[in-house]
C-alpha cells in the first residue's frame, strides 16, 4: 500500500462511519514516526491537519515545511512539557492533551492568542494513561476561568489496544457522557464542543461514538 492508498482507504472508512451518524470528523494525520517528505505526500493528496507527539520534532517539521505550505494546521497530540510550551506555541492551532493546571497557566502566559485545546481524560484507567479522571473533568475545567488564552474545546483519550469492540465502545461513550457534563455548565471558556478520540485501531468505532476529530497515524503512513 501506498501512502496514496493508505489515505483513500482511511478517508473512505471515515466517511462510511461519520455517514451513518451524520458527522464530518476531522482526521488528523498523526506524523511522528515519519519525515516531512510523507507530511508533503499527504498535503499533496489534500490533508492539510497534522499530529505530533514530540515537541522538537514539530517545531523541526513545521520550520521545514512552513514556508512552502502555511495553511498546515498543526496538532500537538503528545503529553507536553510546561518548559516546551513556548517552542510550540507559536505556530500550533490546537493541543489535544491539556491534563494539568500548570500547563495550562503556561499555555496561557505564553500565548499571544486563544489556544484551542482539548483536556485528555484517561477514560479506561489504565496506569499507562495521561490525563484526568473522568470525576476530575469538571472541577478542572471551573478552575480554568482565570486562564484567557485557554479555551477549552474538547475532551481527548486514548482508549485501550484492544480488539473488544464493546471495550472500545464503551471508553468512547463514556467520553462523550463526560462531554455531556461539562456542556451543561455553560463555562464561556468551554464550549467542549469537540470529542478527539479514535486511532488506527479503532476510528470508525470512535466515530459510531460521537468523534469529531480522528488521530491516525500508523494506518496512514504505513507503506507495505
Ligand atoms: C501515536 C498517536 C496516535 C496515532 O496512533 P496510530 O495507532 O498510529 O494511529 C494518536 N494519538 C496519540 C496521542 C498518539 O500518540
Request: with cysteine; proline share 3%.
Amino acid at each position: 500500500m501506498s501512502i496514496k492508498s493508505n489515505f483513500s482507504a482511511v478517508t473512505h472508512k471515515i466517511s462510511v462511519s461519520a455517514a451513518a451518524v451524520g458527522t464530518n470528523p476531522q482526521l488528523v494525520a498523526v506524523t511522528k514516526t515519519v519525515s516531512s517528505d510523507v507530511i508533503e505526500e499527504l498535503y499533496a493528496l489534500g490533508q492539510r491537519h497534522f499530529g505530533e507527539n514530540r515537541a522538537d520534532a514539530i517545531s523541526a517539521k513545521h520550520d521545514v515545511l512552513n514556508e512552502r505550505y502555511p495553511d498546515i494546521v498543526w496538532h500537538f497530540i503528545g503529553s507536553l512539557q510546561t518548559r516546551k510550551v513556548k517552542d510550540i506555541l507559536p505556530f500550533v492551532s490546537y493541543i489535544h492533551s491539556l491534563d494539568r493546571l500548570s500547563l495550562a497557566k503556561e499555555i496561557s502566559k505564553r500565548a499571544d492568542r486563544v489556544i484551542d485545546c482539548f483536556i485528555e481524560v484517561n477514560v479506561s484507567g489504565e496506569d499507562s494513561k495521561h490525563g484526568l479522571v473522568p470525576e476530575d473533568v469538571v472541577s478542572f475545567i471551573e478552575k480554568l476561568q482565570e486562564y484567557q488564552n485557554i479555551n477549552i474545546i474538547g475532551l481527548m483519550t486514548m482508549a485501550p489496544f484492544t480488539s473488544n469492540d464493546d471495550e472500545l465502545k464503551n471508553v468512547f461513550s463514556n467520553l462523550k457522557t463526560i462531554q455531556e457534563d461539562v456542556i451543561k455548565q455553560n463555562f464561556e471558556w468551554a464550549p467542549c464542543t469537540e470529542l478527539s478520540m479514535g486511532m488506527s485501531n479503532d476510528y470508525p468505532i470512535a466515530i459510531s461514538a460521537g468523534a469529531t476529530f480522528v488521530r491516525v497515524g500508523t494506518e496512514l503512513v504505513t507503506e507495505i
